[in-house]
Protein backbone atom coordinates (compact mmCIF):
# COMPACT_ATOMS: atom_id res chain seq x y z
CA UNK A 1 0.00 0.00 0.00
CA UNK A 2 1.43 3.21 -0.69
CA UNK A 3 1.74 5.58 2.59
CA UNK A 4 1.68 8.91 0.34
CA UNK A 5 -1.19 7.89 -1.46
CA UNK A 6 -3.82 5.53 0.82
CA UNK A 7 -6.88 3.49 -0.78
CA UNK A 8 -9.64 6.06 -0.32
CA UNK A 9 -11.44 3.22 1.51
CA UNK A 10 -10.37 0.85 4.43
CA UNK A 11 -12.35 -1.98 5.35
CA UNK A 12 -12.06 -3.63 8.60
CA UNK A 13 -13.15 -6.93 9.63
CA UNK A 14 -12.46 -8.26 13.42
CA UNK A 15 -12.90 -11.87 13.86
CA UNK A 16 -12.84 -14.42 16.39
CA UNK A 17 -13.68 -17.64 15.47
CA UNK A 18 -15.92 -16.82 12.51
CA UNK A 19 -15.13 -19.69 10.23
CA UNK A 20 -18.30 -20.53 9.29
CA UNK A 21 -19.19 -17.52 7.66
CA UNK A 22 -15.92 -15.69 7.13
CA UNK A 23 -15.54 -16.64 3.46
CA UNK A 24 -18.41 -15.88 2.73
CA UNK A 25 -17.88 -12.39 4.01
CA UNK A 26 -14.46 -11.85 2.64
CA UNK A 27 -15.95 -12.34 -1.29
CA UNK A 28 -18.11 -10.07 -0.99
CA UNK A 29 -15.55 -7.41 0.12
CA UNK A 30 -13.15 -8.15 -2.42
CA UNK A 31 -15.40 -8.20 -5.44
CA UNK A 32 -16.95 -4.71 -4.75
CA UNK A 33 -17.34 -3.08 -7.79
CA UNK A 34 -15.29 0.02 -6.39
CA UNK A 35 -11.64 -1.11 -5.94
CA UNK A 36 -9.72 1.16 -4.32
CA UNK A 37 -9.89 -0.25 -0.97
CA UNK A 38 -7.69 -0.95 2.11
CA UNK A 39 -9.01 -4.40 3.39
CA UNK A 40 -7.73 -4.57 7.40
CA UNK A 41 -8.33 -8.27 8.91
CA UNK A 42 -7.93 -7.67 12.94
CA UNK A 43 -7.99 -12.02 14.01
CA UNK A 44 -8.60 -11.71 17.56
CA UNK A 45 -6.80 -14.77 18.60
CA UNK A 46 -9.13 -17.23 16.80
CA UNK A 47 -8.64 -20.94 17.45
CA UNK A 48 -10.55 -22.47 14.69
CA UNK A 49 -10.21 -22.25 11.05
CA UNK A 50 -10.16 -18.65 10.97
CA UNK A 51 -6.17 -17.42 10.98
CA UNK A 52 -5.89 -20.47 8.03
CA UNK A 53 -8.83 -18.71 6.01
CA UNK A 54 -7.40 -15.10 6.40
CA UNK A 55 -4.11 -16.38 5.34
CA UNK A 56 -5.15 -17.77 2.76
CA UNK A 57 -7.14 -14.06 0.97
CA UNK A 58 -4.46 -12.52 1.98
CA UNK A 59 -2.00 -14.53 0.02
CA UNK A 60 -4.07 -13.82 -3.49
CA UNK A 61 -5.27 -10.30 -2.76
CA UNK A 62 -2.58 -7.31 -2.21
CA UNK A 63 -5.10 -5.07 -0.68
CA UNK A 64 -5.25 -7.05 2.32
CA UNK A 65 -3.86 -6.34 5.89
CA UNK A 66 -3.49 -9.14 8.09
CA UNK A 67 -3.47 -8.37 12.24
CA UNK A 68 -3.57 -11.24 14.29
CA UNK A 69 -3.59 -11.17 18.57
CA UNK A 70 -2.11 -13.84 20.23
CA UNK A 71 -5.20 -13.72 22.88
CA UNK A 72 -8.76 -12.84 22.37
CA UNK A 73 -8.91 -9.15 23.79
CA UNK A 74 -12.78 -8.26 23.13
CA UNK A 75 -15.15 -7.39 20.58
CA UNK A 76 -14.38 -3.46 21.76
CA UNK A 77 -10.72 -3.38 21.23
CA UNK A 78 -11.08 -5.00 18.02
CA UNK A 79 -13.63 -3.29 16.94
CA UNK A 80 -12.03 -0.07 17.76
CA UNK A 81 -8.46 -1.48 16.58
CA UNK A 82 -9.17 -1.40 12.46
CA UNK A 83 -9.88 1.96 13.20
CA UNK A 84 -7.33 3.20 14.58
CA UNK A 85 -4.78 0.86 11.63
CA UNK A 86 -7.25 3.21 9.25
CA UNK A 87 -5.96 6.25 7.33
CA UNK A 88 -7.86 6.14 4.79
CA UNK A 89 -10.25 8.79 3.62
CA UNK A 90 -13.80 6.71 4.30
CA UNK A 91 -14.08 3.74 7.03
CA UNK A 92 -16.25 1.15 7.32
CA UNK A 93 -16.58 -2.24 9.58
CA UNK A 94 -17.71 -5.65 8.20
CA UNK A 95 -18.40 -8.24 10.38
CA UNK A 96 -17.10 -12.20 9.80
CA UNK A 97 -20.66 -13.11 9.24
CA UNK A 98 -22.68 -10.62 7.16
CA UNK A 99 -22.96 -10.16 2.98
CA UNK A 100 -22.59 -6.89 1.37
CA UNK A 101 -23.65 -6.23 -2.71
CA UNK A 102 -20.90 -5.86 -4.89
CA UNK A 103 -22.31 -2.11 -5.66
CA UNK A 104 -22.62 -1.18 -2.10
CA UNK A 105 -19.20 0.89 -0.98
CA UNK A 106 -19.22 2.73 -4.86
CA UNK A 107 -22.82 3.55 -4.29
CA UNK A 108 -21.73 5.33 -0.60
CA UNK A 109 -18.55 6.93 -1.91
CA UNK A 110 -20.81 8.45 -4.43
CA UNK A 111 -23.27 10.19 -1.71
CA UNK A 112 -20.26 10.86 0.62
CA UNK A 113 -18.00 12.44 -2.47
CA UNK A 114 -21.21 14.67 -3.07
CA UNK A 115 -22.58 15.47 0.69
CA UNK A 116 -20.17 16.88 2.17
CA UNK A 117 -22.34 17.44 5.24
CA UNK A 118 -22.67 13.33 5.42
CA UNK A 119 -20.64 11.38 8.22
CA UNK A 120 -22.24 7.40 7.08
CA UNK A 121 -24.03 6.48 4.59
CA UNK A 122 -25.66 3.10 4.53
CA UNK A 123 -27.96 0.89 2.62
CA UNK A 124 -31.27 -1.03 3.16
CA UNK A 125 -30.54 -4.06 5.30
CA UNK A 126 -31.79 -7.28 4.75
CA UNK A 127 -31.88 -10.06 7.63
CA UNK A 128 -30.78 -13.22 6.54
CA UNK A 129 -30.81 -16.90 8.34
CA UNK A 130 -28.00 -19.17 8.44
CA UNK A 131 -27.62 -20.36 5.11
CA UNK A 132 -28.04 -16.54 3.35
CA UNK A 133 -32.22 -16.87 2.48
CA UNK A 134 -33.92 -13.62 3.32
CA UNK A 135 -36.08 -13.31 6.49
CA UNK A 136 -37.04 -9.97 6.75
CA UNK A 137 -36.01 -5.88 5.74
CA UNK A 138 -35.23 -3.46 8.35
CA UNK A 139 -38.15 -0.73 8.64
CA UNK A 140 -36.02 1.88 10.65
CA UNK A 141 -34.80 5.14 9.02
CA UNK A 142 -31.99 6.60 10.55
CA UNK A 143 -31.62 8.78 7.53
CA UNK A 144 -31.31 12.38 9.01
CA UNK A 145 -30.98 15.30 6.45
CA UNK A 146 -30.82 18.45 9.63
CA UNK A 147 -28.39 20.65 9.63
CA UNK A 148 -28.81 20.38 13.43
CA UNK A 149 -26.69 18.47 15.86
CA UNK A 150 -29.39 18.17 18.51
CA UNK A 151 -32.36 17.38 15.95
CA UNK A 152 -29.99 14.57 14.92
CA UNK A 153 -28.80 13.34 17.88
CA UNK A 154 -32.59 12.94 18.82
CA UNK A 155 -33.40 11.13 16.08
CA UNK A 156 -30.38 8.40 16.59
CA UNK A 157 -31.62 8.27 20.54
CA UNK A 158 -35.73 7.79 18.96
CA UNK A 159 -34.92 5.20 16.93
CA UNK A 160 -33.09 3.07 19.45
CA UNK A 161 -35.65 3.35 22.43
CA UNK A 162 -38.59 4.26 20.79
CA UNK A 163 -38.66 2.41 17.76
CA UNK A 164 -36.40 -0.54 18.64
CA UNK A 165 -34.05 -0.36 15.87
CA UNK A 166 -30.58 -2.37 15.09
CA UNK A 167 -27.45 -0.57 14.92
CA UNK A 168 -27.25 -0.99 11.18
CA UNK A 169 -25.91 2.33 10.15
CA UNK A 170 -22.81 0.60 11.97
CA UNK A 171 -21.78 -1.05 8.79
CA UNK A 172 -22.36 2.49 6.39
CA UNK A 173 -19.15 3.69 4.95
CA UNK A 174 -18.02 6.28 7.42
CA UNK A 175 -15.88 9.49 6.99
CA UNK A 176 -12.75 8.15 9.06
CA UNK A 177 -12.18 11.89 10.51
CA UNK A 178 -15.75 12.03 12.29
CA UNK A 179 -15.57 8.50 13.19
CA UNK A 180 -12.39 9.16 15.00
CA UNK A 181 -13.85 11.98 17.05
CA UNK A 182 -16.00 9.74 18.90
CA UNK A 183 -14.41 7.21 21.31
CA UNK A 184 -15.58 4.26 19.02
CA UNK A 185 -16.67 1.26 20.32
CA UNK A 186 -16.26 0.98 24.06
CA UNK A 187 -16.11 -2.01 27.05
CA UNK A 188 -20.13 -1.56 27.87
CA UNK A 189 -22.79 -3.25 26.32
CA UNK A 190 -24.49 -1.19 23.55
CA UNK A 191 -21.44 0.96 23.43
CA UNK A 192 -22.50 1.16 19.31
CA UNK A 193 -25.39 2.81 19.85
CA UNK A 194 -23.72 5.34 21.92
CA UNK A 195 -21.14 5.94 19.28
CA UNK A 196 -23.69 6.29 16.50
CA UNK A 197 -25.79 8.55 18.59
CA UNK A 198 -21.94 10.85 19.69
CA UNK A 199 -21.20 10.34 15.47
CA UNK A 200 -24.67 12.30 14.57
CA UNK A 201 -23.13 15.34 16.59
CA UNK A 202 -20.41 15.55 13.55
CA UNK A 203 -23.07 15.01 10.35
CA UNK A 204 -25.50 14.04 8.86
CA UNK A 205 -26.87 10.37 8.27
CA UNK A 206 -27.94 9.18 4.58
CA UNK A 207 -30.03 5.43 3.66
CA UNK A 208 -29.55 4.37 0.02
CA UNK A 209 -32.79 3.26 -1.00
CA UNK A 210 -31.25 -0.08 -2.74
CA UNK A 211 -31.19 -3.02 -0.39
CA UNK A 212 -27.20 -3.72 -0.55
CA UNK A 213 -26.34 -4.99 2.81
CA UNK A 214 -27.54 -8.16 4.34
CA UNK A 215 -26.65 -9.03 8.02
CA UNK A 216 -27.11 -12.30 9.41
CA UNK A 217 -28.81 -13.94 12.31
CA UNK A 218 -28.13 -17.13 13.46
CA UNK A 219 -27.78 -18.90 16.92
CA UNK A 220 -23.71 -17.91 16.92
CA UNK A 221 -24.82 -14.33 16.24
CA UNK A 222 -23.28 -11.81 19.67
CA UNK A 223 -26.99 -10.83 20.49
CA UNK A 224 -28.05 -13.94 20.56
CA UNK A 225 -25.29 -16.15 22.04
CA UNK A 226 -24.40 -13.39 24.69
CA UNK A 227 -27.98 -12.91 26.97
CA UNK A 228 -27.51 -11.59 29.74
CA UNK A 229 -25.80 -8.14 30.91
CA UNK A 230 -22.53 -10.05 32.25
CA UNK A 231 -21.99 -11.98 28.96
CA UNK A 232 -22.20 -9.11 26.76
CA UNK A 233 -19.30 -7.69 28.92
CA UNK A 234 -17.86 -10.29 28.95
CA UNK A 235 -17.65 -10.71 25.21
CA UNK A 236 -17.00 -6.59 25.00
CA UNK A 237 -13.43 -7.55 27.03
CA UNK A 238 -13.10 -11.34 28.17
CA UNK A 239 -10.54 -9.95 30.60
CA UNK A 240 -12.93 -7.49 32.59
CA UNK A 241 -13.27 -8.56 36.18
CA UNK A 242 -16.59 -9.42 37.20
CA UNK A 243 -18.58 -6.29 37.60
CA UNK A 244 -21.96 -4.98 38.74
CA UNK A 245 -22.97 -3.05 35.89
CA UNK A 246 -26.26 -0.47 35.66
CA UNK A 247 -26.00 -0.72 32.56
CA UNK A 248 -29.11 2.32 31.85
CA UNK A 249 -27.05 4.51 33.94
CA UNK A 250 -23.79 3.91 32.13
CA UNK A 251 -25.89 4.76 28.92
CA UNK A 252 -26.95 8.42 30.27
CA UNK A 253 -23.46 8.96 31.52
CA UNK A 254 -21.73 8.16 28.45
CA UNK A 255 -24.18 9.89 26.41
CA UNK A 256 -24.03 13.02 28.00
CA UNK A 257 -20.31 12.80 27.67
CA UNK A 258 -20.65 12.69 24.33
CA UNK A 259 -22.42 16.03 24.40
CA UNK A 260 -20.29 17.14 26.61
CA UNK A 261 -17.01 16.57 24.91
CA UNK A 262 -18.48 17.50 20.95
CA UNK A 263 -18.07 21.04 19.45
CA UNK A 264 -21.05 22.76 19.16
CA UNK A 265 -22.66 26.34 20.15
CA UNK A 266 -24.57 26.98 23.83
CA UNK A 267 -27.87 26.26 21.67
CA UNK A 268 -27.44 23.30 20.37
CA UNK A 269 -25.35 21.47 23.67
CA UNK A 270 -28.58 22.79 25.71
CA UNK A 271 -30.80 21.30 23.44
CA UNK A 272 -29.18 17.75 23.81
CA UNK A 273 -29.32 17.93 27.45
CA UNK A 274 -33.30 18.31 26.98
CA UNK A 275 -33.18 15.85 24.62
CA UNK A 276 -31.27 13.61 27.23
CA UNK A 277 -34.28 14.45 29.64
CA UNK A 278 -36.47 13.06 27.55
CA UNK A 279 -34.71 9.77 27.14
CA UNK A 280 -34.67 9.24 30.46
CA UNK A 281 -38.04 9.46 30.46
CA UNK A 282 -38.28 6.74 27.35
CA UNK A 283 -36.08 4.59 29.27
CA UNK A 284 -37.20 5.51 32.91
CA UNK A 285 -38.06 1.64 34.25
CA UNK A 286 -34.41 0.64 33.40
CA UNK A 287 -32.79 3.58 35.65
CA UNK A 288 -35.52 2.84 38.28
CA UNK A 289 -34.69 -1.11 37.60
CA UNK A 290 -30.61 -0.23 38.40
CA UNK A 291 -30.90 2.23 41.00
CA UNK A 292 -33.28 -0.52 43.03
CA UNK A 293 -31.18 -3.75 42.15
CA UNK A 294 -27.75 -2.71 40.48
CA UNK A 295 -26.78 0.32 42.76
CA UNK A 296 -27.23 -1.18 45.93
CA UNK A 297 -25.31 -4.06 44.59
CA UNK A 298 -22.64 -2.25 43.61
CA UNK A 299 -22.48 -0.24 47.17
CA UNK A 300 -22.60 -3.28 49.16
CA UNK A 301 -19.54 -5.10 47.06
CA UNK A 302 -17.65 -1.70 47.44
CA UNK A 303 -18.67 -1.91 51.80
CA UNK A 304 -17.27 -5.26 51.64
CA UNK A 305 -14.08 -4.64 50.04
CA UNK A 306 -13.24 -1.63 52.56
CA UNK A 307 -13.98 -4.12 55.17
CA UNK A 308 -11.97 -7.09 54.30
CA UNK A 309 -9.48 -4.59 53.59
CA UNK A 310 -9.79 -3.32 57.16
CA UNK A 311 -10.41 -6.22 58.65
CA UNK A 312 -8.44 -8.87 56.49
Not at 64 to 91: C, H, P, T, W
Not at 150 to 156: A, S
Request: aromatic share 10%; hydrophobic share 40%; net charge neutral.
Amino acid sequence: MDQHHPPRVTIGIPVYNGADYLEQALESVIHQTFTDLDILIFDNGSTDRTPAICHAYAKHDRRIRLYRSDKNLGAAYSQSEVVRLSNSEYFKWAHHDDVCAPALIERCVEVLDREPGVVVCYASTCFIDAQGHPIKDDRVHFDCHSQHSHTRFRHVLHCFYRQSAFSNPLFGLMRTAALKQTRLIASYPSSDRVMLAELALYGEYYELPERLFFRRDHPQRSVLAHRTIREVDKWFNPNQKDRILPVNWVWLGEYLKSVHRARMNAFERLACYMHMCEWSLWNGKGLVRDLLTQVPQAALKKVAGLTGSLFG
